[in-house]
């Protein structure tokens, strides 16, 4: 992460400090006409296994069908991404148009960014690390959207709001628009399905007028298995040529649905930056 002079921090307030980072990264991020073009997309959360990774990948594979170009800044440092690479070389259910690049502090992610720009990335996915950290909130305020997975049981809906409140203070004060949504994951695809205390949960989440994505991501164990799978679209082929995966062929077709679903919300959230990647 870029340095700040001690006087520095005696004369800012922290959020002018976290302001002062995050142009240094768009500095260095900057395309020679001074503008990173993809639009970035954050996936957050305070409690692991909440689903954000999951939940990039099923979108990312949506795009990979779509034949865009997408590169993911790889902040997690137990480094699922990397691995979900690996394991889709080992199927052949990868694609070598999605790009990976790890990152450890403000620097890499602007290093990062150029090299996305440099590529022709349509999208810039940034998987972050757990918690709260310098390097998460200089990734917020140079994100167009962040995600926030969950569930409704109560345990991760304290860890939502938790998030919540740290992404609001976060963004507070900034002047560039930075969109937040809920993902509700691992849910029925019918509220009538839900359990009594998740229906308490989704009615917090309502009557707090929190902004919650119409698509969902339902309970599916292909969604459980994508971190083994590789990009959706080729695990349905390679399920259809495996004998011993074939039972598996319908589900994956039901998820991709899924997934197309939640990543034509997501597109349309993310315009006009999104409608300039698809052109």
Known sequence: MGTVALEDMQAAEPGEIRMAEAAKVM????????????????????????????????????????????????????????????????????????????????????????????????????????????LNQTIILNSQLVIVPTALDINEMKALFRTCNYLVDAIEGYEDEVSVQILLNRTPTRDSALAATNKVGLKALVDAEMPVMTSRLPRRQVFSDLPQGGILHKYFEYCRKHPDRRVMAPEVRKAIKDADTLTDEVLSLLEPEAKEAQA
Do not use: C, H, Q
């Open 27 to 134: 500095e260095t991020a900057a395309a020679p006409d001074n503008e990173v073009r993809a639009p970035i997309l954050t996936f957050m959360s305070g409690k692991g296994g909440a689903g954000k990774t999951i939940s990039l990948m099923t979108i990312v594979s949506a795009l990979s069908a779509r034949g865009k170009k997408v590169a993911i800044l790889e902040a997690d440092e137990m480094r699922p991404i990397t691995a979900w690479r690996a394991d889709g070389l080992e199927k052949g259910t990868w694609d070598e148009e999605i790009l990976i690049y790890t990152i450890e502090d403000a620097d890499d992610l602007g290093v990062a960014l150029r090299k996305a720009d440099e590529a022709g990335a349509d999208f810039v996915f940034i998987d972050t690390k757990g918690g709260g950290s310098d």
